[in-house]
């Protein structure tokens, strides 16, 4: 029995903080992929220069018979959805699931701590809030998923605080795609 779905191969170099990022996507998406290294493949050099018209741009991405030149996360999600390797909803569980970046997440415990500290010495009426604050910063930095964040749709993942050498966009929050309509994949 043979597997129809197409391979994902990402053409990259270890030093590429864009081939990082894909590779941390694809991951995180849980597609299998392979990887291979420019620097060690000399066919695999060639064959970026030739998809990106003489330049050595990494990461090529190829699905199947679709190439994919430094894909955004966005785009290379869009690319594997259409490919048939994600459904629309798995897309959408992916893009909610976690809308904290890790740099944040870690602020965000370390701040409940302090919150924590600094609240030993108030009296109850105070310190009983607080501390239900700071549980809560803590349970958002430990879950990676923010509440308030979900309603208004954007997320922190993937920003210049969630592996800085591999951000892929400038400001810190970005709008989450819109929710598919239905639970198949889209054409």
């Excluded at 996360?73 to 699931?97: C, I, K, P």
Aim: glycine content about 10%; charged content about 20%; some cysteine.
């Amino acid at each position: 029995m043979t597997d129809a779905s197409p391979v994902v191969e990402v053409l990259g170099a270890a030093w590429c903080a864009d081939t990082a990022r894909t590779q941390r996507c694809l991951r995180r998406l849980r597609v299998p992929f392979r990887a291979i290294d420019v620097d060690d493949h000399l066919d695999a050099l060639k064959a970026v220069v030739e998809a990106t018209g003489g330049a050595r741009r990494t990461p090529v991405v190829r699905i199947g018979s679709q190439v994919l030149i430094e894909p955004t996360n966005a785009a290379l999600a869009h690319a594997l959805e259409g490919a048939g390797l994600l459904a629309a909803s798995t897309v959408h569980a992916f893009e909610h699931g976690q809308n904290v970046g890790d740099l944040e997440r870690l602020l965000r415990v370390a701040g409940a701590g302090l919150a924590l500290a600094a609240t030993r010495g108030l009296p109850w009426p105070a310190r009983v809030p607080l501390r239900v604050a700071a549980v809560g910063l803590a349970l958002t930095g430990a879950v990676g998923w923010c509440p308030v964040y979900d309603a208004q749709g954007v997320t922190s993942v993937g920003g210049p605080g969630d592996h800085p050498d591999e951000a892929e966009r400038e400001p810190w929050y970005a709008p989450l795609r819109a929710p598919a309509t239905t639970l198949e994949s889209r054409p």
